[in-house]
Nanobody, 120 residues
Framework: QVHLVESGGGLVQAGGSLRLSCAASGRTFRSLAMGWFRQAPGKEREFVAGISWSGETTYYADPVKGRFTISRDNAKNTVYLQMNTLKPDDTAVYYC?????????????WGQGTQVTVSS
């Protein structure tokens, strides 16, 4: 079992930045690929970014490429999502997820989510 806890969400103006963190416990962190997803009101959950266990391989959804950066610190069992140049369309609940297979999924464990609101 893997327990994931997100933090760092909040309210920010368009053009601003936020950094989300996700602390993992319960399983060797190095064995997990990690990802971030988001779900906006009335929409399905969508993939945002993924990172391999080593951090060498990353994936991004097209809407966030060039603005968001996923990274991980295996010594701290933590994965991050740096979000820059935020837009109102980025408003969503952001979820951290862990995969036993790889950064492109499937994902097996989920956090409870953290709200990100971008005002125009």
């Amino acid at each position: 079992q893997v327990h994931l806890v997100e933090s760092g969400g909040g309210l920010v103006q368009a053009g601003g930045s936020l950094r989300l963190s996700c602390a993992a416990s319960g399983r060797t962190f190095r064995s997990l690929a990690m990802g971030w997803f988001r779900q906006a009101p009335g929409k399905e959950r969508e993939f945002v970014a993924g990172i391999s266990w080593s951090g060498e391989t990353t994936y991004y959804a097209d809407p966030v490429k060039g603005r968001f950066t996923i990274s991980r610190d295996n010594a701290k069992n933590t994965v991050y999502l740096q979000m820059n140049t935020l837009k109102p369309d980025d408003t969503a609940v952001y979820y951290c997820a862990a995969s036993l297979v790889g950064a492109s999924g499937p994902y097996h464990y989920w956090g409870q989510g953290t709200q990100v609101t971008v005002s125009s």
